[in-house]
């Protein structure tokens, strides 16, 4: 059910984007699910699918996160309408886990183990044929060699995390759910995972994670999720969305040899809403995005100006995050 | 079979080396130590009587509880039960490594424990013949309240008071005065069980029938019953 | 978010700008209750939270049930009573021989107040020690020992509720049931000074030794186990150790086990014999008894005060 009140965001979202394989069973497909306990509701009504490549849960906390990503991971049953992941449903489905991993959001790892004697139960017990490999392979792969063998409990936060990454990747599963994955983690081992999971993903697996720092989902996600209150707000490519959201005026820096006399040319066109002119600088608000791309080169021609640079503001997915989570 | 032992290796892990070990370990040397006192004070105590009230009643209900509720308990409640449940296997199979661990636990400490205070008590042939009748039968009680304790730690975080309300009250005080409810007390099934190895010194616990009836009951109704709400646990994100 | 630079009409030099959004965030500067207040809204909340009370209903069932294990004897006793003497003579034998009264009614319900002391103080004490939530306690007008005491206070007041509810339905029973109200009341009223006094000797007694054990360690678990142990234990070994060891040595087991100290102090109040044998063989004066059970009192709350004081938070 799309929201009602802005119409202008995209939010058809059973429809695959063009970065997917079109004619692929969708990884994990989602119709009208919702989650509630007694009178609250946390998932409030979700559909859509997704196939390889990462995608980004993205929602302040309480909007429902680790609701929906407990309900793909088959740990809670959802209230109502159907989930599915790999075809199959994820509740009472065990033999399902092959296929999934799934990072939790908790801390809490059974810290009378070695990193890399966690990273062996969890292969152990996906019956994989050689777990003591598979372990090392995970353990090297999230960088946690060096102190593979020292118990979980001497961890910092940022190794414990990458203890439940080395776990849940033992078995290489085909889709990777992560809730707040980066939790504790510094600069150089978000860098790091980063580019790891983007590597995964490359080799076309489905990647879900959740967030709540911008940063991090711009900087990895293909795809967002934004989920506000339970509901989806939004989803797609986040450019994109912001494309969309015609109603909202889009600003654009721009600096030129002339800036006043741009702005009295710009002033003249239906798509300018306003300039405003400060400090070397030329600010432009403009609603129909496309046509003002398109006639920029033009108008500054015709008004005998150079351009030196031109770069929208507010093209940020905290901007458009902000914006959705508002309403 | 891997399996199992790789469940039953993280389990065995996490009940013991903590601080709640060395306590129980304590309590299990406590009737030693009761017995101990009393052949150096040169009495010489009904054997079966002290075994009963010391190892039967409190031992290894205590010993029991602490374990059954831990086994899987603990780790559904501090949130590492996740990593046992996203893998592809029966739930079954935990529950039964999780009995099948504190039962192990549980009798490691009982037996040894009934049979030191047992055999230091001395009494002669009755003495003898009552401490080896509730050796096996602690071993056995181990295992039927670790089965009962285990499965309603997956129904309740609460397990640890439950089952102390049913060992004092069900089977302390209810089954003295409701003659009836006593064949559906394990410790009147343990009784039963050392009453069938040595009925002169073992008088009063169920019948052997009865008591086999019980076992069965338990054990195969607890860890079904433990497997199929463990099938439809929840685990709710913290978000 | 990048903060533009606003220009002003005018073209004046810019001034930086930023937004603060006017959450409704008020500040308070009426009057606050102080300290005396805290502490009693920490009592009244400790003793409520015991029965569930504020709690949501699944907290409510253990402390309920056992509350009703508890009353059970005594409406039970009162029933029959009330029965028999609509059966007219049957009534004064019934009463007599009954074995549910005032005196021994204290040793019927003990376990039940172990129990409920075993499942309710570590929810008292564990839970904020968990949810580290002591430092909120303790940054308020609340001082640390103030915690402490309120929290003792509302758990014995608890138990002073759960131990007098079955005496005063049997006190109101026996007495609106005697055919000669005067009679009843006569028979009945003198009983309620020794009620009074083992309540609030049991009382303080298992909880103060309760909440001693409970604080030191957030995991609810350990502290049921351990005071249920502590309630369980020491009788039989004084039991045993009367058996087993000279009078000289056993007499003095018998102090260090709590439900055997208020089973002499029942006795002691209501000037009976004692039931236990083991109390009967270690033949110490009453006034013995009441004297360690004040002992233990005082230390348990020292122990609770000063693991309060000393915890980090």
Known sequence: MTPDRRTTVATSS????????????PAIELDHVSRWYGNVVAVNDISFSLGPGVTGLLGPNGAGKSTLLHMLAGLLRPSAGRLTVAGEPAWRNPSLYRRIGLVPEREAVHAFLTGFEFARMNARLQRLPDPDAAAAQAIRTVDLESA??????????????RAKIAGALVHEPTILLLDEPFNGMDPRQRLHMIALLRAMAAEGRTILFSSHILEEVERLADEVLVIHAGRLAASGDFRQIRRLMTDRPHTFRIRSSD????????????????VELSDGRLIARIGDYGAFTAALAGTAKRAAVSLYEVAPTDDSLESVFAYLVRR | MTIFITLVDVTLRGLVGRRRTVLLVLLAMLPIGLALLARLGGEAPDAAAALDALVVRIVLPLIALVFGTAALGAEIEDGTAVYLLTKPIARLHIVVAKVVVAALLTAALVAPSALATGLLMGGGDEGLAATLAVTPAVIIGSLLYAAAFVAVSVVTTRALVIGLVYVVIWEGILAGILVGTRIFSIREAVLGFAGVLAPDAWEGGLEAAQAVGLALVVVIGGVALGARRLAVHEIRGGD | MTADATPRPGGDPPIPSGSIYDLGYRGYDGPRLGRRHAVGALFTHTLLSCYGIGRGGRAKIIPFVLAGIAVLPAVIAVGLVALARQAGQAGEFITDASPIRYETYFEIV??????????QAPELLGRDQRYSVLSLYFSRALERTDYAIAKLGGFVVALLALVLAPQIILVLGLTLSSPDLAEGLGENLPKVPPILAQAVTLSAVFGSLSLAIAAFTPRRAYATAGIIASFI?????????????????????????????????????FDIRPDSS?????????ELYLAVAAIAVAACTGILIRRYQRITA
């Open chain 1, 14 to 25: 059973s429809t695959p984007t063009p970065s997917r394989a079109p004619g692929q069973a």
């Open chain 1, 148 to 161: 593979a063998h020292r118990q979980i409990g001497t961890y910092s936060k940022g190794m414990r995390q």
């Open chain 1, 259 to 274: 800036d006043r006399a741009l702005a009295a040319a710009l002033v003249a066109q239906s798509a300018v809403f306003g």
């Open chain 3, 110 to 119: 003990g376990q039940i107040v172990a129990l409920f002391c075993a499942a």
């Open chain 3, 233 to 269: 234990i020491p009788p039989v070994v004084a039991e045993i150790a009367r058996e087993v060891t000279s009078r000289d040595i056993s007499r003095w087991f018998v102090l260090a086990s709590p439900p055997d100290v208020i089973g002499a102090t029942n006795a002691f109040f």
């Open chain 3, 278 to 286: 083991v109390i009967a063989a270690a033949r110490h004066p009453g």
